[in-house]
């Protein structure tokens, strides 16, 4: 396994862990901030069976034990979720926060797919499922990258409200708005043509991780009751995660150097 994923692989399995946890907190009645868009808990039954499968799931990824199937499973979840949010969406077109909640899901249900394809093959019993596993890896980086497409399109035509979010002390706060939905154009750009996908994840992984860093670790701190907010910085989280396993992992066979 590549250090870029093993290093996402940590980044994203803690996010799923703390999701999960979030989700139990919920279910369970005890203090904290419950899980936000597109993560909102509703029903306690499937609170409790959600965070459960988020938590253990984080768990094997992280300890790197049964974490093929948990990736597996993981995507699989969050497919079905996003099958579940696109009548939602269907019914209110024009909404920026239904297409952000299902296109972050995909996303996360798409490097999830990656890393079921990532993940070493030493045992030869795997061997056979090359192919499949390679296919994974394949369909992870399609998902992936359209939602790369969407985040673009929302960042070109919002960018006055994306520049909001900008820290007050960060000069030239629109530059960044139009710079953020540019670079994400790009990577999927880059994804889907297979070239350059080595760079173009890890600057997607710094510029998530440098956000979690200066906006949303500040703004959960700020506001500990506001779900909203420590779901914002989970996704960051998990999506700077995703950027290291898509820069890891390149397809089997690939001529990519």
């Given at each position: 396994?590549?250090?870029?994923?093993?290093?996402?692989?940590?980044?994203?399995?803690?996010?799923?862990?703390?999701?999960?946890?979030?989700?139990?907190?919920?279910?369970?009645?005890?203090?904290?901030?419950?899980?936000?868009?597109?993560?909102?808990?509703?029903?306690?039954?499937?609170?409790?069976?959600?965070?459960?499968?988020?938590?253990?799931?984080?768990?094997?990824?992280?300890?790197?034990?049964?974490?093929?199937?948990?990736?597996?499973?993981?995507?699989?979840?969050?497919?079905?979720?996003?099958?579940?949010?696109?009548?939602?969406?269907?019914?209110?077109?024009?909404?920026?926060?239904?297409?952000?909640?299902l296109f972050e899901l995909l996303a996360i249900c798409g490097v999830s797919l990656v890393l079921a394809g990532a993940l070493p093959r030493?045992?030869?019993?795997?061997?056979?499922?090359?192919?499949?596993?390679?296919?994974?890896?394949?369909?992870?980086?399609?998902?992936?990258?359209?939602?790369?497409?969407?985040?673009?399109?929302?960042?070109?035509?919002?960018?006055?409200?994306?520049?909001?979010?900008?820290?007050?002390?960060?000069?030239?706060?629109?530059?960044?708005?139009?710079?953020?939905?540019?670079?994400?154009?790009?990577?999927?750009?880059?994804?889907?043509?297979?070239?350059?996908?080595?760079?173009?994840?890890?600057?997607?992984?710094?510029?998530?991780?440098?956000?979690?860093?200066?906006?949303?670790?500040?703004?959960?701190?700020?506001?500990?009751?506001?779900?909203?907010?420590?779901?914002?910085m989970l996704v960051a989280l998990a999506m700077a995660g995703s950027g290291l396993i898509l820069a890891g992992s390149p397809p089997r066979?690939?001529?990519?150097?």
């Amino acid at each position: 396994m590549s250090w870029r994923v093993r290093v996402g692989s940590l980044l994203f399995g803690v996010s799923i862990a703390l999701f999960g946890i979030q989700h139990l907190s919920y279910a369970t009645g005890a203090p904290g901030p419950p899980p936000g868009p597109p993560w909102t808990a509703g029903v306690l039954a499937w609170a409790y069976i959600t965070g459960a499968v988020l938590v253990g799931c984080g768990a094997a990824i992280l300890a790197n034990k049964w974490a093929l199937p948990a990736a597996i499973v993981l995507g699989t979840m969050f497919l079905v979720r996003v099958a579940l949010l696109v009548p939602g969406l269907a019914a209110d077109i024009r909404s920026p926060g239904k297409w952000t909640s299902l296109f972050e899901l995909l996303a996360i249900c798409g490097v999830s797919l990656v890393l079921a394809g990532a993940l070493p093959r030493d045992n030869p019993e795997l061997r056979r499922w090359d192919p499949a596993l390679d296919r994974l890896i394949f369909a992870g980086r399609v998902l992936f990258a359209v939602s790369l497409v969407v985040f673009a399109i929302q960042h070109f035509m919002y960018p006055k409200f994306v520049a909001t979010l900008v820290p007050a002390w960060i000069p030239a706060r629109l530059f960044w708005a139009w710079f953020s939905g540019f670079a994400f154009a790009a990577t999927a750009i880059s994804l889907a043509a297979n070239r350059l996908v080595r760079l173009s994840s890890t600057l997607l992984a710094i510029q998530f991780f440098s956000w979690l860093l200066v906006l949303h670790i500040p703004r959960a701190a700020a506001a500990w009751p506001n779900g909203d907010e420590w779901t914002s910085m989970l996704v960051a989280l998990a999506m700077a995660g995703s950027g290291l396993i898509l820069a890891g992992s390149p397809p089997r066979r690939s001529t990519e150097t």
